[in-house]
């Protein structure tokens, strides 16, 4: 998912109720939250807590040990950089560097204009024409500096187009 939803506490605990009795419902269900909302609200927390009969700080222990979940809105746009083998070899971390720099951020955090998120990815099948990265839903392949830029380009010129 690429960009937050609206959430209510009602939405939050009809996902909670569905898969609470599950054995090892945590990860299912902010798995679920953080696919239908986007990412994990602080209320999120207390309403699973109160649920599975769990402290907060267990269910922030859950939400800290896997770096999968955020408890940030995403920006509009997801960038994930693959970080896997066949990347590495044909210039990944420059290009990761590359990104890091031209965006201001780091893995898991977004732009201040929350245009942009950006995530690590471990192989997106794409390895015959690495370096890869997916933007939302979308693969692209053998991307150099200069093509991730125009991808950049592209995507700001979309969203300055629907305003
Ligand atoms: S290693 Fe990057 S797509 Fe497979």
């Not at 902010?30 to 402290?55: K, N, R």
């Not at 201040?112 to 997106?124: G, I, K, N, P, T």
Request: with cysteine; proline share 4%; glycine share 6%.
């Amino acid at each position: 998912m690429s960009s937050a939803t609206e959430w209510t506490a009602t939405s939050i605990q009809s996902i909670i109720d569905r898969l609470k009795h599950k054995p090892g419902a945590m990860l299912p269900i902010l798995h679920a939250i953080q696919d239908e909302v986007g990412y994990i609200p602080e209320q999120a927390v207390s309403q699973i807590a109160d649920s599975l009969l769990q402290t907060r700080a267990e269910v922030h222990g859950v939400i800290s040990f896997y770096h999968h979940f955020r408890t940030t809105p995403p920006g509009r746009h997801t960038i994930e950089i693959c970080r896997a083998e066949a990347c590495q070899a044909m210039g990944c971390r420059s290009l990761e560097q590359h990104a890091k720099t031209t965006l201001g951020i780091d893995y898991h955090q977004t732009t201040a204009d929350r245009r942009f998120s950006m995530e690590a990815v471990y192989c997106l099948g794409n390895c015959a024409t690495a370096p890869s990265i997916r933007i939302d839903d979308d693969i692209h392949g053998r991307v150099s500096v200069d093509k991730f830029d125009a991808l950049l380009a592209d995507y700001q010129k979309q969203m300055q187009e629907a305003g």
